[in-house]
């Protein structure tokens, strides 16, 4: 996958991984959180009055949702209703 030039750093190299472009030897002037309508907002302000803002969802995911008979004793999967799905 080939990267725009947006994300390249200033040495014409693509960004490694996980890593802002264009943030590198910025200075920081303060930084914060704060939780808002179930976000969690950290923020980073550098002197030169640029912010980076990242925004946090904690989202509930069901795994597995299935139907078992147990009148065995044993376990009998008798259907899985749902699995891996998110609600968003």
Not at 2 to 22: F, L, V
Request: charged content about 30%; overall charge negative; aromatic content about 12%.
């Amino acid at each position: 996958m080939k990267k725009d030039e947006s994300e390249q750093t200033p040495n014409n190299r693509p960004a490694p991984e996980g890593r802002y472009p264009g943030l590198h030897g910025k200075i920081v002037d303060w930084a914060d959180h704060r939780f808002e309508d179930g976000l969690l907002f950290l923020r980073v302000r550098f002197i030169d009055q640029t912010e980076l803002c990242w925004t946090i969802k904690s989202a509930t995911v069901i795994t597995e949702a299935d139907f078992c008979n147990w009148k065995t004793g044993n376990q009998e999967q008798l259907k899985i209703f749902t699995k891996g799905e998110t609600d968003w």
